[in-house]
């Protein structure tokens, strides 16, 4: 009978180009990582609108609006002093989350 042996005759290593390389698992990591920024972005959305929902008894949608402008101006911020558009992504999704919590509970 014969041996498991590996399929491939030739050496890992450069001198295989053919050889399909592991990404190294900093990098698989990135995307989770993120997809957590954007996660704890809209988690305190939801917490401070829930809060000032819930304490001012549906009054509290335009201070809730100055709260998601400045929201939004850390978020590009870190957007533009990291690098990253994820933050740009959290912006633009605490923008269009706020925007739209606030229209609704203000016509409530």
């Known amino acids: 009978m014969e041996d498991n042996k590996d399929q ?3 050496p890992t290593g450069e001198n295989n180009p053919g050889e399909l390389k ?3 698992v900093k ?3 990135k995307g989770a990582a993120g997809m957590k920024i954007v996660g704890i972005n809209i988690l305190v959305l ?3 609108t829930s809060l000032l929902t819930i304490g001012t008894n549906g009054g509290g949608f335009i201070f809730d609006a100055f709260l998601i402008l400045a ?3 850390v978020c590009i911020v870190m957007a533009i ?3 990253s558009w994820i933050w740009l992504l959290s912006a633009i999704l605490v923008l269009a989350i706020g ?3 606030c229209v609704s509970f203000g016509g409530l």
């Open 27 to 29: 990098q698989q990591n």
């Open 8 to 10: 491939n005759p030739l």
């Open 22 to 24: 592991s990404i190294p």
């Open 99 to 101: 925007f739209s919590t």
């Open 81 to 83: 002093t990291k690098r």
């Open 46 to 48: 939801v917490i401070y």
């Open 71 to 73: 929201h939004v101006i």
